[in-house]
């Protein structure tokens, strides 16, 4: 079955910046869509970015301007460059392969933390 091995996480303060990766085992990468997604206590888990395989990328209105979804198909390993974070970017964050090829697959990672404080 599919893996995906997130890092890049940790402690950041508010403005700085964190690239998070994340890598998938097996052949069905490029042909699927990337998503990442967080989720803070006591919220619901919220889309931060997508990318298609053809490299379209669409971003939730909340991190717009300030992060960069992208992906390397060679690699098998979508990223999320993350700038100018502020302290309610903090959450988990997952990474998320979904493929529609007949059948349906979804599969996620197992969430790497991010916490922007002073």
């Known amino acids: 079955q599919v893996q995906l091995a997130e890092s890049g996480g940790g402690l950041v303060q508010p403005g700085g910046s964190l690239r998070l990766s994340c890598a998938a085992s097996?052949?069905?990468?490029?042909?699927?869509?990337m998503d990442w997604c967080r989720q803070a206590p006591g919220k619901q888990r919220e889309l931060v970015a997508t990318i298609t395989r053809g490299g379209t990328t669409t971003y939730a209105d909340s991190v717009k301007g300030r992060f960069t979804i992208s992906r390397d198909n060679t690699k098998n390993t979508v990223y999320l460059q993350m700038n100018s974070l502020k302290p309610e970017d903090t959450a988990v964050y997952y990474c998320?392969?979904?493929?529609?090829?007949?059948?349906?697959?979804?599969?996620w990672g197992q969430g790497t933390q991010v916490t922007v404080s002073s």
């Open positions: 998320h392969l979904s493929l529609r090829i007949g059948a349906s697959y979804d599969y």
């Open positions: 097996g052949s069905i990468f490029g042909l699927s869509t």
